[in-house]
């Protein structure tokens, strides 16, 4: 009777952590499912940023060879009786082209 006691105590103890584990599983799933949905969207984000970044960088090579082809605005020209000269020049960065003054 005493043997039978502890072997239903062990039985009891092993249900109560087996019902913990079950509620840790279920718990585990739904932060799995939770990750997985931030995860996929993420990827969606990073795979829109990664199209824009190819677009701007089109964009900014086809505005970089129109600066070298002479199609942008031309650059300012100062009346004759001025003393300085601008001159257009390539920064080679995404900034516009820079105006410089020159002394004569």
């Known amino acids: 009777a005493e043997k039978n006691l502890k072997l239903e105590e ?3 103890m092993l249900q ?6 079950r509620a840790r599983i279920e718990q585990n799933t739904v932060i799995t499912r939770q990750l997985s949905e931030e995860n996929a969207n993420l990827q969606e984000y990073v795979e829109k940023e990664v199209e824009e970044k ?3 960088s089109r964009t900014n090579e086809e505005l970089l060879w129109k600066l070298q082809e002479g199609d942008a605005v031309s ?4 009346p004759p009786t001025s003393s300085t ?4 020049c390539s920064s080679g960065n995404s900034s ?7 002394r004569r």
């Open 10 to 12: 062990k039985i009891t």
């Open 54 to 56: 190819k677009k701007l």
């Open 16 to 21: 109560q952590q087996n019902e913990e584990l």
């Open 96 to 102: 516009p082209a820079k105006v410089r003054t020159l």
């Open 75 to 78: 650059p300012v020209k100062l």
């Open 85 to 88: 000269s601008f001159y257009r």
